[in-house]
Nanobody, 128 residues
Framework: QAQLRESGGGSVQAGGSLRLSCATN????????MAWFRQAPGKEREGVAA????????YYADSVKGRFTFSQDNAKNTLYLQMNSLKPEDTAMYYC?????????????????????WGQGTQVTVSS
């Protein structure tokens, strides 16, 4: 069973940067579609970005394209989400999620019901 451990959240001013980490086991890291979702108070959970372990394909929500990027450390089975040029509207609880499929679906990667495993969440707060 996959376990996802997130870290890296915090508080920054608008325009600042944060890097989120999602660590898991080797089996999940090499066979899953791994994604970041976020949920702000009073809003639905939304997909932010997804990474396909099998193909290396990445997907980003329009709201974060050009500002957020993935990187990985294969030795640590850790996926990173570098978040630059942060905006107050990026403020939310961020969750790492995984589904055991080689390639994230190009359209449905944002469908949170498809993900079997979830981390506990890490808070990101961006002040203006």
């Amino acid at each position: 069973q996959a376990q996802l451990r997130e870290s890296g959240g915090g508080s920054v001013q608008a325009g600042g940067s944060l890097r989120l980490s999602c660590a898991t086991n080797e089996y999940t890291f090499t066979r899953a579609c791994m994604a970041w979702f976020r949920q702000a108070p009073g809003k639905e959970r939304e997909g932010v970005a997804a990474f396909s372990s099998g193909t290396g394909n990445t997907y980003y929500a329009d709201s974060v394209k050009g500002r957020f990027t993935f990187s990985q450390d294969n030795a640590k089975n850790t996926l990173y989400l570098q978040m630059n040029s942060l905006k107050p509207e990026d403020t939310a609880m961020y969750y790492c999620a995984a589904q055991l499929t080689w390639n994230c679906h190009s359209v449905y990667w944002q469908r949170n019901s498809d993900y079997n495993y979830w981390g506990q969440g890490t808070q990101v707060t961006v002040s203006s």
